[in-house]
Every structure is written in structure tokens, then in C-alpha cells.
């Protein structure tokens, strides 16, 4: 499932993102990359442990621990501290897949990624180009989202970026490790979530509800694991 995740930020936070951002010292962003990657990848990323990216990913997770969409869709057991990228100047990364399990730096840590997540910190019309593609069974996704808005995308995806001819396109990039692995169980669960929610509201206090709750949480319990 490819979901957009609205106003993850605000435009104050994004502001401060920016300033912050622009003010930091960016290496090239084939630190990160695998062996495969590494070849097709063309951008500008800040170091895992500048402190600037520590201070704004530590902003990101506690906006994302608070947003009831993305905790529905992810079912988060551990998010790699989000990273930052910058394309300019036909800065692109061609398709490829990102790798399973990532260690986080500088602890014995490891996640294995099952959803991927892409932050855009830089309004659509700001830069030509920079358009995230994700494909999936169902076709190519062109996603280029409002600043502060992010997409959640399952790693097992083949993705790339495309080159960015005017402006610079910033944002930040992460991963989850769900409590459910599998991308179709965690669907399910998700658009169980969302009827349920929905009817909680359109018909207050029906029974179903509570039935279709505890259903909810047996199938957790069945596919969960913590
Ligand atoms: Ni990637």
C-alpha cells in the first residue's frame, strides 16, 4: 500500500527544518548506499550523526508518534532516525531497492525495513523534477508532495527519483520496522482501522462496533510480533 500522510509537520516546524537545513554542512549521499545503489545514486545527504539531523529527526518521530494515520498504517515497532537528502542540479537516484535491514549508527541496533518513508520539506513549486516513482503491482506512482506532507511505501518496492533540472528538492527519508511484516496483512488492518473509525462516528455506540474491534485486535494478536 502506497499512502499519503497529510501535514505531518507544520509549517513552522518545516520553516525551522529549512533554516536548519540550509545552514549544515551536506556530503555526498552515497555514504548510505549499498554496492547496488551506489551506482545509481546521485544526490546530497547530511551525515547520520550531524547534530542538525539528530535535533530535526527527533522533531519528525515525536510529530509521527502523535499521528493517528500513520501509527493505523505502519503499526511501528522501531523507525531508523530520519535522514536528509538534497537533489539539485540534475541530481537523481535511479531505481533500485532499498536494503533490508539497516543498522542505526553507532549502536548495535538493527531494523529490518518494511515500510519506506519519504518527507518533503520543499513546496512542489520550488523545484522541476524530483518526482519520487514507486512501482507496484498496480503500475509507476509519480508522488511530489506539499512540504511537511509525507508517503509510506512498501520497502519491497522498486523506486527511483527523478533528476532535478531547477531548484533544489529536500527532504527527509526513513524506515520502519513494523510490528506486522507482511505488506497485505498490514493493509487489511489498516482499512479494518479506518471502517471501524468510521463508523464509530456515524453511528455512535452500535455493537458491530465492538464486535469489529475485537476482530481488529485478534487478527493483531495473530500477526503481530514484537
Ligand atoms: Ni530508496
Keep these: 500500500m502506497l499512502l499519503q500522510i497529510p501535514d505531518v509537520l507544520t509549517s513552522e516546524q518545516v520553516a525551522h527544518a529549512r533554516y536548519q537545513l540550509e545552514t549544515s554542512k551536506w556530503v555526498d549521499g552515497r555514504v548510505t548506499a549499498g554496492y547496488q545503489s551506489a551506482?545509481?545514486?546521485?544526490?546530497?545527504?547530511?551525515?547520520?550523526d550531524h547534530p542538525v539531523a539528530r535535533e530535526l529527526g527527533d522533531m519528525i518521530l515525536e510529530s509521527l508518534q502523535r499521528n493517528a494515520l500513520f501509527v493505523s498504517a505502519a503499526l511501528p515497532l522501531r523507525v531508523f532516525p530520519p535522514l536528509f537528502n538534497c537533489y539539485r542540479g540534475g541530481h537523481s537516484f535511479g531505481n533500485h531497492v532499498d536494503n533490508a535491514i539497516r543498522q542505526i549508527k553507532g549502536t548495535p541496533l538493527c531494523i529490518r525495513t518494511?515500510?519506506?518513508?519519504?518527507?518533503?520539506?520543499?513546496?512542489?513549486?520550488?523545484?522541476?523534477?524530483?518526482?519520487?516513482?514507486?512501482?507496484?503491482?498496480?503500475?509507476?506512482?509519480?508522488?511530489?508532495?506539499?512540504?511537511?506532507?509525507?508517503?509510506?511505501?512498501?520497502?519491497t518496492s522498486l523506486h527511483n527519483v527523478q533528476p532535478v533540472t531547477r531548484g533544489a528538492r529536500i527532504a527527509s527519508?526513513?524506515?520502519?520496522?513494523?510490528?506486522?511484516?507482511?505488506?497485505?496483512?498490514?493493509?487489511?488492518?489498516?482499512?479494518?482501522?479506518?471502517?471501524?473509525?468510521?463508523?464509530?462516528?456515524?453511528?455512535?455506540?452500535?455493537?458491530?462496533?465492538?464486535?469489529?474491534?475485537?476482530?481488529?485486535?485478534?487478527?493483531?494478536?495473530?500477526?503481530?510480533?514484537?
Design 39 to 48: 551506482l545509481v545514486k546521485d544526490n546530497m545527504q547530511l551525515p547520520e
Design 114 to 155: 518494511d515500510l519506506s518513508a519519504t518527507l518533503f520539506l520543499a513546496e512542489p513549486d520550488e523545484y522541476d523534477g524530483g518526482e519520487l516513482q514507486v512501482e507496484d503491482t498496480y503500475g509507476c506512482h509519480s508522488v511530489k508532495l506539499p512540504a511537511g506532507h509525507m508517503v509510506l511505501y512498501p520497502s
Design 173 to 226: 527519508f526513513f524506515w520502519i520496522q513494523s510490528m506486522v511484516r507482511d505488506d497485505a496483512e498490514r493493509t487489511l488492518l489498516f482499512d479494518l482501522d479506518t471502517a471501524i473509525q468510521r463508523l464509530s462516528l456515524d453511528i455512535p455506540d452500535h455493537p458491530a462496533a465492538v464486535q469489529l474491534t475485537a476482530v481488529y485486535h485478534n487478527l493483531v494478536r495473530r500477526w503481530a510480533h514484537v
